[in-house]
């Protein structure tokens, strides 16, 4: 396989793969290719973005603080771009942004929030960029948020971090719709009852993106869509998660193919509906990811937007553009 062409013309090498193919079974083909979608950095250093803790912050002064959080997400936002730029290089219609990409936007002493509304216009660029190349843009807040926790304070807490995500949407000029979702998962079991409640709250800019996604130990995939039926909100469906939750052996058994046309039902705009993928590292029920993607369910040759969550990144995104999408 001819190895990936980044943006500074240098040959990255390939991971060790698998001698066989990669493999599906059915004969089930779309007309128009699944888009795949790469997620945050890239397995080589060409995408990376700066962060920084609380702790450090913390022990800088009101100015220092200022200083460096505006050079940061100057940083960041160029990164963003250059993002962009190596997903239109690659065929890459779908990214997904960092949860991360400017941290600390929601402290107490709001210098983060200023810094990103005097930075609207460059924010509104970026936005109005990925729109012009057909890329879409999507988030996966990271695993605080917890809608249906027990505790008070972290549902407050997760509804604030939602609130954070959306402004950065609106800033960046994207819709408030699923196209430019919010994805996270179920959070703690048997809760549905306060899920279901605590979204039917949440404000406009956050619900009109809101996804939920099945998981590998608290919701199933039928769990989830039960919630997602009852809150109007988008399903995305995780076939590896579905298979580990299930204890299943291959993707091709009939509950996967179910689950994936059930999840696409919770969609007003079938076509926006985004899966993802995994494979096992080191056996198939494996929840840890491996490098590349060798198995695909033969029912994602019907999805319309793929996240492919594997180690080597834009790595397993080129076999797969050349091997399975061939």
């Known amino acids: 396989m001819t190895p990936v062409q980044l943006n500074n013309q240098k040959k990255v090498k390939l991971l060790p793969t698998s001698e066989s193919p990669i493999r599906e079974t059915g004969t089930e083909t ?106 879409r843009m999507v988030l996966h807040p990271d695993q605080y948020v917890v809608l249906s926790s027990d505790s008070l304070q972290v549902v407050q807490n997760s509804i604030k971090i939602l609130a954070r995500h959306a402004q950065t949407f609106d800033l960046l000029g994207l819709p408030r719709s699923p196209w430019s979702l919010m994805n996270i998962h179920g959070g703690k079991s048997q809760r549905a009852e306060q899920l279901v409640r605590v979204v039917s709250e949440l404000p406009e800019e956050i619900r009109n993106r809101l996804t939920f996604e099945n998981d590998e130990y608290a919701y199933s995939a039928s769990e989830i869509l039960e919630i997602c039926q009852r809150t109007n909100v988008p399903m995305v469906f995780d076939a590896h998660h579905h298979i580990c939750h299930e204890g299943l052996t291959s993707y091709d058994h009939p509950s996967v193919t179910e689950m994936f046309y059930a999840a696409r039902s919770t969609w007003t705009n079938p076509e926006w509906q985004l899966v993802h993928i995994s494979n096992g590292e080191k056996a198939f029920n494996d929840r840890q990811h491996s490098e590349l993607i060798t198995l695909m369910p033969s029912v994602y040759r019907e999805a319309p937007w793929i996240e492919i969550e594997a180690k080597a990144k834009e790595q397993a995104i080129a076999r797969l553009q050349t091997e399975w999408l061939r």
């Open 30 to 135: 779309l007309g128009d290719r699944p888009h795949l979608g790469l997620v945050c950095i890239t397995f080589s250093k060409e995408i990376r973005f700066r962060t920084m803790t609380r702790t450090r912050y913390l022990k800088l002064s009101e100015a220092e603080r200022e200083t460096t959080l505006k050079e940061l997400y100057l940083n960041n936002l160029n990164r963003l771009d250059e993002a962009l730029s190596f997903c239109q290089q690659h065929q890459i219609q779908l990214y997904r942004i960092p949860s991360g990409l400017f941290p600390l936007s929601d402290m107490e002493d709001e210098i983060g929030t200023q810094i990103l509304e005097e930075m609207r216009a460059d924010l509104a660029q970026i936005g109005q960029r990925s729109h012009q190349l057909g890329i």
